[in-house]
């Protein structure tokens, strides 16, 4: 039997603690990993406990920016030769009233949120194989908004209709998919006012947030054959947040 070439999957955000358990479920797979993130220092650390750079490229990629996606995609080149799978998670969560929004803090909610998405697809989008996957982690703001979050919100809805677009135009050689996260307990949702956070919790019908490994599990059934029928979806991961 012929053997099975070794998958490549690029993660972005990856010094964040949704995307390491990404990467940590997908090394366990024998995937191999090219890590991004802006965090240079956060993601080298956590790069070198998955083992030497022929299995894990560690990469500073800001994706707000195209050239710095274009990088990510010649290193993934010289690397690997192909890309399999696209997991979209750099965000930035930023609490603000319509009031105290300025237009930096507009354009780089934006930047990092939609654009960072579509940069980082664009460049990689010559690599990608024939039944490769794109996961781009939206919000449950995104779907039905989120006071003080108006940016964000609006990015991430931009991000439910980038995945829907290009779900599209990349088909039949790519699925193209979305996940919406609820309440999920990383330092990302710590910054979240406590009367906030647990009056979404009390109206959460499993009570409680949710793990990083939660939402990791569904980006790995997203990637597999098991979702080999799926292009365009957004999945909800929220204990049932969004039907309250
Ligand atoms: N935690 C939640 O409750 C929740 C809910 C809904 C959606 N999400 C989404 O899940 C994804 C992962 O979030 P998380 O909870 O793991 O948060 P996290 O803060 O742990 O991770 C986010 C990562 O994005 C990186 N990042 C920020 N700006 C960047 C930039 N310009 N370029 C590259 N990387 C950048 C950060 O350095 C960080 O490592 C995000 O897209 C977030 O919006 C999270």
Redesign the pocket.
Do not use: C, F, Q, W
């Given at each position: 039997m012929p053997q099975q070439r070794q998958q490549v999957a690029v993660i972005?955000?990856?010094?964040?603690?949704?995307?390491q358990q990404i990467a940590l479920l997908f090394s366990k797979r024998n995937i191999k990993l090219v890590l991004?993130?802006?965090?240079e220092t956060?993601?080298g650390r956590f790069a070198a406990t998955l083992g030497g750079e022929s299995d894990c490229l560690a990469i500073r990629?800001?994706?707000?920016k195209m050239e710095d996606a274009e990088r990510v995609a010649e290193s993934c080149r010289g690397a690997f030769g192909q890309v399999d799978y696209i997991v979209?998670?750099?965000?930035?969560?930023q609490h603000l009233s319509l009031a105290e929004i300025g237009e930096e803090d507009w354009r780089k909610s934006m930047?990092?949120?939609l654009d960072?998405v579509f940069f980082t697809i664009q460049a990689l989008r010559p690599l990608l194989s024939k039944g490769s996957s794109i996961v781009n982690?939206?919000?449950?703001?995104g779907q039905r908004g989120s006071l003080n979050h108006t940016p964000?919100a609006t990015a991430?809805g931009g991000v439910l209709t980038l995945t829907r677009s290009l779900a599209q135009e990349l088909a039949p050689r790519t699925r193209v998919n979305a996940i919406?996260?609820?309440?999920?307990?990383?330092?990302?949702?710590e910054s979240l006012d406590a009367a906030k956070r647990q009056a979404m919790i009390s109206s959460t019908p499993l009570q409680r947030?949710?793990r990083?490994d939660e939402?990791a599990s569904v980006v790995d059934f997203l990637c597999s054959d098991a979702a080999s029928f799926m292009t365009g979806e957004s999945l909800q991961v929220n204990g049932g947040l969004y039907i309250n």
């Open positions: 972005t955000g990856a010094a964040g603690e949704i995307s991004t993130d802006i965090d956060s993601l990629h800001d994706v707000a979209n998670a750099a965000g930035l969560y930047a990092i949120n960072g982690i939206a919000s449950l703001a964000y991430k919406s996260p609820g309440l999920i307990d990383t330092r990302m949702m947030l949710g990083p939402i």
